[in-house]
């Protein structure tokens, strides 16, 4: 069984840029998560998706970030325009459904460094 | 406040000998309880969780952790510890407020000296 992709796994671009995160989740899984690590501190969420529709977005700064997972399988996170604080790595997830009690399986990352 | 704590940034153990990370949680109500492992590079793997029952849960790798509800504590264990165990240990729970998605501590960061 495949994992969760992601891509690209490092990115480097200058304040004020945009740049834009892809994740393909594990077949047949109907929940995805983005989160986001900063170095030292634990993973945070950003988002969660119920198939196409948005979960939870509370914790997204809207301003600068958005997300969209269009039919329900694959995922972008884009950011625009980067802050130096936007440095970290963004994690995305997948589970089979929804609930606390489903495995969340991670993919491996996308480093960004915002200079 | 909520809040999930791991009070150990870095440990450091030798090749062979036992482990233990602590995680202690602050909520009303038991939480669902994660123990998930990252290493260099690599997404996070789930060692092992706890929902209900038996507080002892064994999981992959050799890990075992305790549940203490009087303590408020989810501690993550190894007997022997091997170098390749070497990696960051994160302690998460869910389920609170009907939510999905999971929450971490910190983090430890283990180092295994042969």
């Known amino acids: 069984e495949a994992g969760v992709a992601q891509s690209p796994r490092y990115k480097i671009i200058e304040k004020r840029q945009s740049v834009a995160f892809w994740c393909n989740p594990i077949s047949g899984h109907a929940t995805l998560y983005w989160y986001q690590q900063i170095l030292g501190q634990g993973p945070k969420l950003l988002i969660q998706f119920q198939n196409n529709g948005v979960v939870d977005d509370s914790q997204l700064p809207k301003d600068r970030f958005s997300a969209e997972r269009l039919k329900g399988v694959d995922s972008t996170l884009k950011i625009q325009p980067a802050k130096l604080e936007d440095s970290a790595v963004y994690l995305c997830?997948?589970?089979?459904?929804?609930?606390?009690?489903?495995?969340?399986?991670f993919g491996p990352g996308t480093r960004l460094t915002v200079t | 406040a909520q809040s999930v704590t791991q009070p150990d940034i870095h440990i450091t153990v030798s090749e062979g000998a036992s482990l233990e990370l602590r995680c202690n949680y602050s909520?009303?109500?038991?939480?669902?309880l994660f123990w998930y492992v990252q290493s260099p590079g690599q997404g996070l793997q789930l060692l092992l969780k706890?929902?209900?029952?038996?507080?002892l849960v064994q999981g992959i790798k050799g890990f075992e952790a305790e549940f203490k509800r009087s303590q408020s504590s989810f501690n993550l264990r190894k007997p022997s510890v091997h170098w390749s165990d070497a990696a960051e240990y994160f302690c998460?729970?869910?389920?609170?407020?009907?939510?999905?998605?999971?929450?971490f501590g910190t983090g430890t960061r283990l180092t295994v000296i042969p």
């Open positions: 909520y009303g109500a038991t939480p669902y």
């Open positions: 997830a997948s589970s089979l459904v929804a609930g606390p009690s489903y495995e969340q399986y």
């Open positions: 998460a729970v869910g389920g609170l407020a009907g939510a999905n998605n999971l929450f």
């Open positions: 706890y929902f209900s029952g038996d507080t």
